[in-house]
T-cell receptor, first 110, second 119 residues
Framework: SQQGEEDPQALSIQEGENATMNCSYKTSINNLQWYRQNSGRGLVHLILIRSNEREKHSGRLRVTLDTSKKSSSLLITASRAADTASYFCATDSGGGKLIFGQGTELSVKP | GAVVSQHPSRVICKSGTSVKIECRSLDFQATTMFWYRQFPKQSLMLMATSNEGSKATYEQGVEKDKFLINHASLTLSTLTVTSAHPEDSSFYIC???????????????FGSGTQLSVL
């Protein structure tokens, strides 16, 4: 079953702009992770934020987590054409498995 | 980081045949691997959790006789789609965790996926 809902489903921006994607989930979690997927490929882990953390940074990525609202956001700053991909949030509620959201398809135009 | 290798990357088969997909952890041991299925422009749906040396745990609605999973070693899990039909056409992806690796090891490492097309 899919827990996460992401919005927007699709996002198109110009190079240099910031891209923000949101994820909501339903159950309590141990951590929330963001992954990137290029078309027809496997997923690549971007960043993990634990349930007791509120914000985390990694390079041009900034992730926030609001456990009271059961939501997270991923911000990509100064986007590049190479950032074009699908982005998925995934929740870890224990037991080892991740449940993925619906994804946001990001298109960055040069 | 850890590497997960998945083969084949693409397979086309006739309806009624069986297809085996391999997932290998190349530089770490994976006692648990996960198999996902993805339809075009949709999310990943967890199919089953593959456990080394024991039976796989299937998610609700996934037919275990249809999707046979074998995890015979610490580095190899296989998914066999038996008697494939056109509705089984999909993108199948495996993943694993490197529990012996560095910190932040809750993340998954993914294979590159297998695009199955059943004619």
């Amino acid at each position: 079953s899919q827990q996460g809902e992401e919005d927007p489903q699709a996002l198109s921006i110009q190079e240099g702009e910031n891209a923000t994607m949101n994820c909501s989930y339903k159950t309590s979690i141990n951590n929330l992770q963001w992954y990137r997927q290029n078309s027809g490929r496997g997923l690549v882990h971007l960043i993990l934020i634990r349930s007791n953390e509120r914000e985390k940074h990694s390079g041009r990525l900034r992730v926030t987590l609001d456990t009271s609202k059961k939501s997270s956001s991923l911000l990509i700053t100064a986007s590049r054409a190479a950032d074009t991909a699908s982005y998925f949030c995934a929740t870890d509620s224990g037991g080892g498995k991740l449940i993925f959201g619906q994804g946001t398809e990001l298109s960055v135009k040069p | 980081g850890a590497v997960v290798s998945q083969h084949p990357s693409r397979v086309i088969c006739k309806s009624g045949t069986s297809v085996k997909i391999e997932c290998r952890s190349l530089d770490f041991q994976a006692t648990t691997m996960f198999w996902y299925r993805q339809f075009p422009k949709q999310s990943l749906m967890l199919m089953a959790t593959s456990n080394e040396g024991s039976k796989a745990t299937y998610e609700q609605g996934v037919e275990k006789d249809k999707f046979l999973i074998n995890h015979a070693s610490l580095t190899l899990s296989t998914l066999t789609v038996t008697s494939a039909h056109p509705e089984d056409s999909s993108f199948y992806i495996c993943s694993a965790r490197d529990w012996q690796g560095a910190s932040n090891n809750e993340k998954l490492f993914f294979g590159s996926g297998t695009q199955l097309s059943v004619l």
